[in-house]
């Protein structure tokens, strides 16, 4: 008896083509399979996982993409659960963090009585690697997680800068609040997108221990993949779906074509523009799919051969105001012990480097570090970086809303259209991260199968 119970059999003859292989595609082929549907995956790219990527091609294995598990996440949990996947709680770090805010590094314990603290008030409490979250906390107006689309509360729907300074934020509190976090800049970014995020990141407990996974985050995906009963197809970048009366097609690049009676298309939509859609999507779900952003997300890969910061006495781990915006010391899998680091770049921050070679980015990252850390000169070597932003694959990190979005389509974006149906982060009620595209998912092969 599968969870879906009476839908089994109706679904037996059930033909669904899922497009995307990340976690929202292969959570919902697994529970359409589980309904008894025949699942088709078509994969652009030739891997499983999509904004999940272990780098095994680099030293240490790094996180091309998503690395934190939380208790919250509910389904993401039962399925690493049931597919034998191993999770676990990297050790308390360490070594603290640092703060390089206007040029001199100091401790974050210093932070609150330092020179280079200009904020004011109870901000100046605040750590800044949690200072958005702190402002969020004290003006967010939405009581729960599903009030965002809540019509009492569209008039936050908003730029947030302006209305955050109405509410007595600091102009050097919204400053710092652009570095690392979701800087997209925050004049074009939604303030009711930024509460309901901060209700999301509320419920997901982030800043509680999180749980990696074994082996690296890509074997997530990969299990998940296996237990399918169909082959994922790779090298099938849709470009193409008609969507008719009885059934759905999907037009690959490659020429293949691929017919079923239902598609889910889990493909962010700032990627969907590449897509072209027979009828055209119109009303709220074609402006969604041609105007829906995503932040810029970009991961560079560095490893440390000797410990600099065991010289200079300040933790390796550091939020900065520069270019380099939030370097983490990473801890490894038990058993290893190799000094990686991360430079984590969000939004405006990302082009610069995005737009250099290789060679040249390691190459100017390094002597940034140096100009912030000195005793780091000629210890740490650049391995690659992800740049979620020029894959166009994923045009990004993360969706988000601009001013007016929310209301404009918010609620039409959830709507399938015809026979075809849509998942992924951008797509969930209340998930964040990698629930999101687990909920999401599910939702919408539950929403299939009872079409079957
Ligand atoms: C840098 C970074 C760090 C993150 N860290 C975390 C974290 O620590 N914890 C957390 O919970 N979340 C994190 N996230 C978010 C999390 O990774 C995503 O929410 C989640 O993986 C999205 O899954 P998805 O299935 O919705 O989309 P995706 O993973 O993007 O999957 C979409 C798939 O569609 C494929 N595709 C695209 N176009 C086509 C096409 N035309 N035809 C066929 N296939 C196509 C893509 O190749 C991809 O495989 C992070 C994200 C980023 C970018």
Request: glycine share 10%; charged share 20%.
């Amino acid at each position: 008896m599968t969870a879906w119970g009476h839908h089994a059999r109706a679904a037996a003859k059930t033909d669904v083509i899922v497009i995307g292989a990340g976690l929202a595609g292969l959570n919902a082929a697994l529970h359409l399979q589980d309904g008894g549907a025949h699942v088709t995956v078509l994969e652009a790219s030739n891997r499983v996982g999509g904004r999940i990527h272990s780098r095994r091609d680099l030293e240490g294995a790094p996180e091309g993409g998503a690395r934190q598990v939380h208790d919250s996440y509910t389904r993401t949990q039962a399925r690493i659960k049931q597919l034998g996947v191993g999770l676990y709680k990297r050790p308390t770090p360490m070594h603290g963090t640092a703060v390089n805010i206007g040029g001199a590094a100091i401790n974050l314990k210093d932070w609150p009585s330092s020179v280079s603290n200009k904020l004011v008030g109870e901000e100046r409490g605040f750590p800044p690697n949690t200072l958005r979250f702190r402002v969020l906390t004290k003006i967010n107006p939405l009581p729960d997680l599903t009030a965002w689309r809540k019509p009492e509360f569209q008039k936050y729907d908003v730029a947030f800068k302006p209305l955050a300074a109405s509410l007595g934020v600091s102009a050097e509190a919204l400053r710092i609040m652009e570095f690392a976090a979701t800087s997209m800049g925050l004049d074009g970014v939604s303030a009711l997108h930024l509460f309901r995020r901060h209700k999301q990141s509320e419920a997901a407990e982030f800043g509680s221990t999180a749980r990696y996974i074994q082996g690296g985050s890509s074997a997530l995906p990969e299990a998940m993949a296996v237990a399918l009963r169909n082959d994922v197809h790779f090298g099938k970048r849709v470009r193409a779906m008609t969507s008719g009366l009885a059934k759905v097609e999907a037009r690959c690049a490659d020429g293949s074509v691929y017919s079923a009676d239902f598609a889910l298309c889990t493909v962010p939509f700032p990627a969907l523009a590449g897509v072209t859609f027979d009828p055209a999507p119109r009303g709220g779900i074609g402006r969604a799919i041609r105007e829906l952003s995503a932040v810029h997300a970009t991961h560079i890969h560095l490893i440390s051969r000797a410990p600099f910061w065991e010289s200079d006495g300040f933790p390796p781990t550091m939020f900065t105001d520069s270019p380099l915006e939030m370097v983490s010391k990473l801890f490894d899998e038990p058993g290893h012990d190799t000094p990686a680091l991360m430079v984590e770049l969000r939004g405006r921050g990302c082009s610069r480097f995005d737009a250099m070679s290789d060679a040249e980015r390691g190459q100017a990252i390094t002597s940034e570090l140096a100009k912030l850390r000195p005793a780091s000169k000629g210890k740490v070597d650049y391995l690659g970086a992800d740049s979620w932003a020029v894959n166009p694959l994923f045009k990004g990190g993360y969706h988000y809303f601009k001013p007016g979005q929310v209301t404009a389509f918010g609620a039409a974006m959830f709507e399938p259209w015809g026979r075809v149906h849509f998942s992924g982060e951008h797509l969930a009620e209340t998930g964040v991260g990698l629930e999101a595209a687990m909920e999401s998912g599910e939702r919408e092969a539950r929403a299939i199968l009872q079409k079957s």
